[in-house]
């Protein structure tokens, strides 16, 4: 009976470890995904930017209304029928006649073209908007693409530090049999492994915080333990001058862009608004047949008729004045959003900046010193040449820099990021 429980539970363990085997290598099967990648996914699956597309596609099915031509319209008239008997004979159909009527209302002053051409510019403008909405959810995006990042490095860094920091212990361990450090000593070391144990697990906690919140973004099911991302984490391309950041920006805004197209699609509708006070006539042709005509030579006749509408008091002048006014709005609006492309350009250009100075001694000095002092103290204290606070103060120090350069580092590609949102063109990859 011990030895069948034995062979069940050595069978369950073999079982288990081939499970696990099986779902770490689809685990690790999954490839992780560069920013084109995501990029393209997010492009393509995301529910608010499809929303926004069929928007404009929607605004393309209004220029085909726009240049629809009026009806014609048809009536059909019959009168004359006898409804009583004429000297005791009743012909109920010999006095009646027919008429067939056709008119068309004729438009004048281009209203069709006008009409067409201000819905292709609202049209336009939606693309422009569409392009704008694109380029803001990109942002978010790539912000979460690089909070990933930076947290896969803050764990690089916690589950080196406590590799680190346990081969350390194993020395301290060693002397400690030795007789060559006190037990107070060695239970102080081994205490502060728990702080490095508990930054790992925070820093396994906050990457998958941050993978839900990429996945959300991407609208995809994959497990988290089966998604990840990969890239670059570190300084980009040298910043250009500020001027050159101008000109993309004022070449690409989407949103100024649009503010420029509004002006034009403004100045259109003042035409329209003009072309819809003049007089549209209306042309109208009608046959009749009149059997009971004296003249028998007039029995079918043609008619024909012009319509013409006389505007003494509605010339459409509130809808003149007012699109008059909307080109000075748009307008206005127009040098408003210039005035905000440079100030975002600004601003995330002196981010950047800010983050490449601040970076630059970390990269050229503090991060090499880190680890010269980590290591210097400890093989100090290892040889009885530094105290344990020495030693506990140089590791503290080196976390301390190398942590502060990885933050460093994702508030330099996030501020990259902005300056990306604030030209409309991806300068920085």
């Not at 011990?2 to 779902?23: D, P, T």
């Not at 109920?92 to 027919?98: L, N």
């Not at 099911?221 to 250009?240: K, N």
Request: glycine share 4%.
């Amino acid at each position: 009976m011990k030895s069948k429980l034995k062979n069940q539970f050595i069978r369950s363990v073999l079982y288990g470890s081939l499970s696990m085997a099986f779902f770490a290598s689809c685990a690790s099967a999954q490839q992780a995904l560069t920013w084109d990648e995501v990029k393209a996914k997010f492009e393509s699956a995301n529910p608010v930017l499809k929303a926004d597309a069929a928007s404009v596609e929607e605004m393309k099915a209004e220029e085909i209304t726009a240049f629809l031509r009026p009806n014609p319209q048809f009536t059909m008239l019959a009168d004359g029928t006898q409804v009583a008997p004429h000297d005791g004979v009743w012909t109920p159909t010999r006095g009646t006649y027919e008429q067939p009527l056709l008119s068309y209302l004729h438009e004048r002053e281009h209203k069709r073209e006008l009409r067409l051409q201000s819905a292709k510019e609202g049209t336009a403008i939606g693309e422009s908007q569409h392009v704008d909405l694109e380029i803001n959810l990109l942002f978010g995006l790539r912000s979460a693409f690089v909070q990933t990042l930076q947290a896969k490095a803050v764990l690089e860094l916690a589950k080196a530090d406590l590799d680190y920091y346990d081969k350390i212990i194993d020395i301290s361990r060693a002397r400690f049999k030795a007789g060559d450090l006190a037990k107070i000593d060695l239970s102080r070391i081994e205490l502060q492994r728990v702080q490095y144990e508990s930054e790992l697990q925070t820093a396994l906690v906050n990457l998958r915080t941050q993978k839900i919140a990429l996945l959300l973004l991407l609208d995809e099911r994959t497990p988290v333990d089966q998604f990840d991302v990969t890239g670059p984490f570190d300084l980009g391309p040298a910043l250009q001058p500020l001027d050159d950041y101008h000109q993309i920006a004022l070449d690409n805004r989407p949103d100024l862009r649009a503010a420029i197209q509004t002006i034009e699609q403004s100045q259109t509708n003042h035409k329209l608004a003009w072309a819809n006070g003049s007089t549209d006539p209306i042309f109208s042709g009608w046959y009749t047949y009149n059997s009971s005509n004296n003249n028998p030579n007039g029995i079918q006749t043609l008619g024909l008729s012009v319509n013409i509408p006389l505007r003494i008091f509605d010339r459409n002048q509130g809808e003149k004045k007012r699109t008059l006014i909307d080109i000075d709005r748009s307008q206005q609006a127009a040098e408003a959003a210039k005035a905000q492309v440079f100030n975002d350009v600004d601003t995330a250009y002196e981010l950047v900046r800010s983050n490449i100075e601040l970076i630059k001694p970390y990269k050229a000095q503090y991060l090499d010193q880190s680890v010269y002092v980590r290591d210097t103290v400890t093989f100090a204290y290892q040889h009885g040449g530094a105290s344990l606070m020495d030693f506990l103060n140089a590791q503290s120090d080196y976390r301390v820099v190398q942590l502060a350069y990885l933050q460093l580092i994702g508030a330099y590609m996030t501020a990259a990021g902005q300056m990306n949102l604030a030209v409309g063109h991806e300068v920085f990859n």
